[in-house]
């Protein structure tokens, strides 16, 4: 019998202790390289854990518990209830003590009045089933939450505000000291259940030991405005969530809270005011959360991103307000944490049935290769190691796919062994010298600029990995303007990555400054993040205009058009040469939409 499968069953056997000899780590579980050749069940929506655990999940129950919120909100009620639903599995009822796997979520009861989502008492079509079917029959209990204002939980909805973070942190106080509980919370879900793990870090439980998120929100501000660059949505956010969580009755007053209509005029007043923005120190600030985690929590991180998400885009992980990375932030600083990097979009590792839509540019050069059938499994030695303290500790590294679909392991991302590569922009081909919005009849267009770079390598295949900056040398004609840089292979046209950039910050961050007409300023532009391979004897293309994608134009319009001196600018490439013992080989279904 595989050793790494007897290790499992005699762990079974004697309720998860033993088995623990430090020789046997190396064995305990299948190699990453080996995963491949393994037999996986590959039936479901889902990926599953190699070996069934042994146990059933019991009835589900639910508790309401009254929180004290006089400190957060002015004008909102002084206490609100949390409501919450968990399973525990049949091992509690011989006394077991088992940690816990939570869904924080507004998504319960989420939508128009006749069209919601289910409650926090049914297991969640979203990702909840893969929890509970996969991790509560080997002894963890599941919990879903429902933060304020949502579902059966009362008070305010306030939109990853300070109220919200307390009814969350309230909710893992609460899982972490059941009798039932051997006082290990994690948390796992992705986009704003991802973003709920970090508003409960920023307040520090000492029961909350690991999170997971998954393309989690970390800050509000630079989510909506990359380096003041505002995405469509930024105008509505706060009440495009409230409005699916009122019921539009009696009841509903209340749910309204002060921060309803500061976020109502958070947007608009954002977008156009620049520097003079009086939500940044308040409204925004109360929403930026991976800072406060850093500062007041200690557990374990495992970063799941899209490395083509345009929900929640990769700087969410690898920005930060210093220069360095979040994620090597955290690393530096003594946290536990390890990486997985698809070219999915905004998706599970696993959620085969989505990795089919993407196209050319966007992840569909590595579908072949993108769903990961193994992600229970590795997360399933996650949670063992940091929930029950069973297993070898996992390597602390990051599994990133590049976008021509191949997998390998990185020590950190962005890989910390690059080259800088410098091109002068002065070398490349120009088109054009402003950037703005020109209107005329019959339509709008658009005064850009087009640089065709010269090859890279003749000989050799060049691969990017990190975060490509662009210094671009510029002249303001008024306090605003705006540039979005598209870069593509200067051969086929691929898109390979975008950076967006307000001149008022030109100097990166959340910190815009007055731009005068006339100004000379350098914008120090940063790509999101990129893995992408480009083939021999193939340049890059650097497309400017004034918005792209889902980024409005400036508010300005034609009045702040931006003078590029391509002359005295630069493109800065982060290029790596990985080795073949980096690379592996992920288990992929035949019949799965992702190999069609």
């Not at 400054?513 to 350098?522: A, I, K």
């Not at 532009?525 to 004034?546: C, K, N, S």
Request: charged share 20%.
């Amino acid at each position: 019998m595989n050793k790494s499968i007897l290790c499992m069953i005699m762990v079974i056997a004697t309720s998860f202790t033993g088995c623990m000899d430090n020789s046997l780590d190396e064995e305990y579980y299948p190699d990453l390289k080996n995963r491949h050749s393994l037999e996986w069940d590959m039936t479901h929506t889902f990926s599953r854990v190699l070996e069934s655990g042994p146990h059933y999940a019991l009835d589900v129950q639910e508790a309401t518990f009254t929180v004290d919120t006089s400190d957060v909100w002015e004008s909102g009620p002084a206490e609100a209830d949390v409501h919450l639903s968990y399973w525990l599995p049949s091992n509690t009822q011989a006394g077991e003590k088992v940690p816990v796997i939570a869904i924080i979520s507004p998504y319960f009861s989420y939508g128009q009045p006749g069209d919601e989502s289910g409650h926090t008492g049914i297991v969640s079509a979203g990702r909840g089933e893969f929890i509970y079917e996969n991790f509560v029959p080997h002894g963890y209990a599941f919990a879903q939450v429902a933060v304020f204002g949502t579902e059966l939980s009362t008070g305010c909805f306030d939109y990853r505000g300070a109220g919200e973070g307390l009814g969350i942190h309230s909710a893992v106080e609460w899982l972490g000291s059941q009798e039932w509980s051997n006082g290990h919370v994690g948390l796992y879900g992705k986009s704003y259940e991802g973003a709920t793990q970090w508003e409960a870090a920023a307040l520090g439980s000492e029961y909350l030991k690991t999170i997971v998120p998954i393309s989690g929100t970390t800050a509000l501000h630079p989510l909506l405005y990359k380096n003041g660059s505002a995405e469509a949505r930024s105008q509505v956010m706060h009440m495009n969530y409230f409005s699916s969580t009122v019921d539009y009755n009696a009841d509903d007053l209340d749910n309204v809270c002060p921060d309803i209509l500061e976020g109502l005029f958070a947007g608009p007043v954002t977008y156009g005011a620049g520097e003079l923005d009086p939500y940044m120190e308040n409204y925004y600030s109360e929403r930026s959360h991976i800072d406060k985690a850093f500062q007041n929590w200690k557990g374990s991180v495992y970063w799941i991103q899209g490395m083509q998400d345009w929900n929640v885009d990769p700087h969410q992980v690898f920005s930060s307000p210093d220069g360095t990375p979040w994620y090597q932030r955290y690393e530096e600083a003594g946290f536990d944490v390890k990486g997985m990097l698809g070219q999915w979009e905004h998706n599970y590792p696993d959620q085969w049935t989505k990795h089919n839509a993407q196209e050319t540019g966007y992840g569909a050069e590595a579908i072949h290769n993108m769903t990961r059938w193994d992600w229970a499994q590795d997360l399933f030695e996650w949670f063992e190691y940091y929930l029950k303290g069973i297993g070898p500790k996992p390597n602390l590294n990051v599994q990133v796919q590049s976008n021509d679909g191949q997998w390998r392991v990185e020590n950190t991302w962005p890989p910390k062994n690059n080259e800088k590569k410098t091109i002068s922009l002065a070398d490349c081909q120009n088109s054009g010298a402003f950037v703005t919005g020109l209107s005329v009849v019959g339509g709008v267009t658009q005064q850009s600029i087009t640089l065709d770079c010269p090859a890279i390598s003749e000989t050799d295949i060049t691969h990017i990995s990190g975060l490509v900056r662009l210094h671009l040398d510029t002249i303001a004609f008024f306090d605003g303007g705006q540039i979005f840089a598209e870069m593509q292979d200067a051969s086929t046209g691929m898109r390979l990555g975008h950076a967006t950039m307000d001149i008022r910050y030109h100097a990166g961050g959340s910190e815009p400054q007055t731009v005068l007409p006339n100004d000379r300023v350098m914008m120090m532009m940063e790509f999101q993040a990129i893995d992408a391979t480009i083939p021999a004897g193939h340049g890059i293309r650097l497309v400017l205009t004034d918005s792209g994608e889902d980024y409005l134009a400036p508010l300005c319009g034609n009045a702040c058009p931006i003078h590029v001196l391509t002359s005295t600018s630069n493109m800065i490439l982060p290029i790596i040469n990985p080795n073949e013992d980096q690379i592996f080989i992920t288990p992929q279904s035949p019949d799965a939409a992702n190999n069609q």
